[in-house]
């Protein structure tokens, strides 16, 4: 890829010459190493940015020093629960609404639409309530606080198929009938 870049550099600098009748011996040569370097810059930046484009197709509600807000603002009382704290008593929590503190493993890298949810073995997929905001995809690997609607839901082979697709990995073979989901309302996510 980067040789098509710098390939593509010399052709454009070839045919700006040729446009303005120049000879690329005449040109001066302070003028050519100046193109030059300006066209390898622009290369180099294409190369890195490529495909690890991260996509922000919200913003946040409130951003502070340390975090930004997505969906709406946490609230100013309570203590979050873990994350292996309500997986293990989730019959306790099914259909609640839970403060929870936990850390984003993976990102949707489609859209940044869901995560997934990570505390030690326990997992949850965290989408946001009526579709409405979205995460940015570069978010994995940060704690993060949320406010959400606790569920333990059945999976189909294609739900997993697709989810799988979005984070961009294959579908394990036979993947669990079952997930642990959780619809936020508000993430408060750590600023890089």
């Known amino acids: 890829m980067r040789l098509e870049h710098l390939k593509l550099v010399i052709k454009n600098i070839s045919d700006l010459t040729e446009t303005h009748h120049m000879n690329l011996s005449r040109l001066n040569p302070y003028i050519f190493r100046t193109l030059l370097v300006l066209g390898i810059m622009g290369m180099a930046s294409a190369t890195f940015a490529g495909e690890e484009e991260v996509k922000r197709l919200s913003e946040p509600v409130a951003v502070t020093s340390s975090h930004e807000f997505f969906g709406a603002m946490l609230p100013d009382t309570g203590t979050p629960l873990s994350l292996g704290d ?3 008593n989730n019959d306790k929590y099914q259909d609640q609404e839970v403060l929870l503190a936990t850390r984003i493993a993976k990102v949707c890298q489609k859209k940044g639409c869901f995560f997934v949810a990570q505390d030690g073995s326990a997992t ?19 704690d993060v606080v949320l406010l959400g609607t606790f569920s333990r839901k059945s999976v189909s082979k294609e739900e997993a198929e697709h989810y799988a697709k979005d984070l961009g990995e294959t579908a394990e073979p036979s993947p669990e009938r079952f997930q ?9 996510i750590p600023r890089s």
């Open 180 to 188: 642990y989901s959780i619809v936020a309302s508000a993430v408060k």
């Open 86 to 88: 309500v997986v293990k």
């Open 124 to 142: 949850a997929r965290v989408s946001f309530k009526d579709y409405g905001f979205f995460i940015p995809t570069d978010s994995g690997g940060k």
